[in-house]
C-alpha cells in the first residue's frame, strides 16, 4: 500500500508533468494571441450607412476614436444596451467620439431604419452585407462593441453588454489629448 501511494507522490511532481502543462500554456497563449492579438489594428472596412453614404476606417474614420457596435433589432441585449450607447454617445461626441452602429446582415432593413427613426440613434447606423462582420474578425454574437483608438489600434473588444464605467474611463483616457 505505501508503495501505490509513494508512486503516487512521485508521479504528481514529474518534471515531465510541469513541462506538458507549460507547452499546452504555450500553445493555448499563442493561439489567443493570433486569434485575438492579431487583431490588434482596425481593419479596412467600409460601412453603407441607411442614408447610402459610406463611411470607413481608412478614410472618413482614420485618426479619430470610435465604436464600432455590431447589434440586430431581433437581440434582446442590444435593445437593453441601446440607450447606454446613446448616452456614451452624447456623453463623448463633443470631445471628437464617432460611433457606427453596424446592423448584422440578417436584420431586416425596414426593421433597422425604423428603430433608428423611432429611437432618434443619434450616431451613423449602417447595414451589413456580411463583410464588415468578416472583417472585424468573423463577428457572429450580438452585441460586439470594438473600441478604436485614433491610431487605429483596437483598444477593446466587448462580446455582450460593457460595462459601460469602464467602457467611460477606457474612452475617457483614449479622447484625452483630443479635448
Known sequence: MSQTTEATSTRGKSP?????TALIAGVIACTGYFAFGGQQRVPDATFTLLSGQKVSTSGDLKGKV????FWAT??????????DMINTYNKFKGRGLEFVAVAMNYD???YVANYAQT???PFKVAMDDGSAAKQFGNVQLTPTTFVVDKNGKILKRYVGEPTFAELDALLDKALGSAA
Open 16 to 20: 515531465l508533468r510541469y513541462i506538458v
Open 66 to 69: 470610435y465604436l464600432v457596435n
Open 74 to 83: 431581433s437581440c434582446e441585449t442590444c435593445m437593453k444596451e441601446m440607450p
Open 108 to 110: 431586416a432593413p425596414m
Open 119 to 121: 429611437r432618434n440613434l
